[in-house]
């Protein structure tokens, strides 16, 4: 890596591109080293692909001749991409750029090759997790696979190429899943073959192993080359059509094709010549539907074998799920009434596709029709729920940025309606600084439209993210908008529903934010229609509950709530059971306030009682027995000695002896 970035003061490529670490290798013997890039002012992704002459150089079991013919060829395959341009071709961003010791290019981003991700790692020294635990999905198959016929098609029909190497490691993945078309190392033109133009494959010796991946690259990969090249010495478009059945028998086959030719020419006709006693069972390894095609495609008569353009049109290609994300790889194309009718069946079949699918392929065709505001309220809908199954970064990297500038669209209005009922996901998984200057702002603004169907989505859903919303905001913003539109409803059904979104608010409340946000505002309801009223019963009775919790003691269920309620009953067009559940919660309020104040009138007379009544006998005492018995017996004791002066016997006779003695001692004086 040091080596290869000083050469940025010679290379075209380097000057205009930082590269990263190497993720994948691609092309014909792998010896392209694919490695992440980005540009040095745009910051715009890219896949650099580097071939490393100098190591090659300094090679020395290869001989000069080879090397200089290795060159060329890797010069002439990424050259012939410049002159190409469709969508499942490999797309160039910075064309060949070579200095002394390699050759560079830039191309649109890539994840690996196909080979890569069928376990093939040659010149790939560090294999990411991510690429040895990928695993293709038949659906991947099947669309990657027709995707690649539009690249033939093209090469075929328009510009009249035969690519001449169609591998796994010529097809390539990009970012978004799509396969493309690349390699084109031995790429002739249809139309100006020379007659004698075959390839010869000598055999190789096993001393020679060390060498196989340069001389290989200098040949199409056998195991994939269709029987003419070989036999007949000639090429044509349907000989691309058999190297793609090979790439198909590989993709359901770990990476291995039908045949290992071992580069050797002789294996190869014995090869070949099992191919007509081929029968559909012996490509059990392939999806059922695709072994008749298959078996067409490898047969030994080029002219029998179906043309690029045609092999997307089997049946096997024609389920409803292929066809669908094939209309979604194409919605560029398609006018807003074909793609809306189109996405309001999609919904149905999201469930369906694999997540890798609908991340890479289906997420960015949506996200871009979003763009256009007549066409989101018809893929928002497909986005969200999608974004259901992906991580929290993969929401914030892939979904949110692109969610943000519609935040603040309002016409058509169904963009925010659309938008409010997925609150929770938004909430959950949107950066907290997107939530704070975008969601919630969203929110508080559908809140402030007044009898409006777009409030009453607003009151429906809030009570569902209460806890995913910051409780000073919950207090300070969202409560006083709800209190407003059931103090201030004209309408019945708008009254009833914010009254029954801060009936499911009161597990967040306490005592004060009950008084201050809540009875206030019951107390100021003016309307008297049937269902406000049952609205205002329903919050009372969950209130009751746990009313210790909201402050509902004896003086305010007597003061504040048994006046509010009285008059419900008088509410002229209630019906009996509403009128029963109206008198069932005021019985229930009247027994708390009757158990409540009879418990306090009865202590009260209890106190009174023992404060009026006579010192308490000892069986009488209501303290602790043991104790007070004892406190008792001592308190005897000592009344029992203290008798008045005057009647004190013991006293008097203490004193006469006091003062006997005192008047003896005058005497002896």
Known sequence: MKRLKATFSTNPCLKEYEMGKQIASAGNGLLWRVHEGYHRGRKESVSLFVFDKKALNQDKSVNKKVKEQLIDTMRRGAQQLQKLRHPSVLQLVFPVSESKDYIVFATEPIIASLANLLGNFNNLPHVSFAIKEYELDEMEVYIGIAQVCDALAFCHDNANLIHGNVTTSSILIAKDGSWKLSAFDFAVHVNYQEPTMGIEFPEYSVEQGAFNSVLRALKPDLDYLAPEYVISKTRECASDIYSLAQVIFACFNKGTPIFHNEDNSLTFQANIERISRFSESDFAHVPQPLQPLMKQMVGTHAGLRPLANSIPKHTAFNTTNILALRFITMLHEKDNPTKAKFMKNFATLLPSFPHRVLRQRVLPALINESKTHLMAPFVLPLILDISEKLSILEFETLVSPSL????????????????????????????????????????????????????????????????????????????????????????????????????????????????????????????????????????????????????????????????????LLVTPAINSKQFRSTMKLLREIVSFVEEEKMGKIKERETLEQEANSPPQTNNSTPISQTTRNDDNDLLQRMASKAQPLSSNNDDDDMFAELSSATHQQQQQQ
């Not at 049952?534 to 305010?556: F, N, P, Q, T, W």
């Open 404 to 567: 943000v500038p519609l935040y603040s669209v309002t016409d058509p209005i169904q963009i925010v309606y659309i938008f409010v009922k997925r609150l929770r996901l938004l909430l959950e998984k949107s950066p907290s600084n997107v939530v704070n200057t975008h969601v919630l702002p969203l929110l508080l603004n559908a809140l402030g439209k007044i009898d409006n169907s777009l409030t009453c989505a607003c009151l429906a859903e809030i009570p569902n993210v209460m806890n995913s919303i910051d409780f000073s905001v919950m207090k300070g913003k969202i409560l006083p908008r709800v209190q407003k539109l059931i103090v201030g409803a004209t309408r019945s059904d708008l009254c009833i529903n914010a009254l029954v979104c801060m009936g499911k608010l009161l597990p967040m409340m306490d005592k004060w934010i009950f008084e201050e946000s809540v009875l206030s505002s019951l107390e100021a309801v003016k309307l008297r229609q049937p269902g406000v009223v049952m609205a205002l019963i329903g919050v009372i009775s969950e209130a009751i509950k746990d009313r210790h919790k909201y402050g509902l003691e004896m003086d305010v269920l007597a003061t504040r709530i048994l006046p509010f309620l009285s008059p």
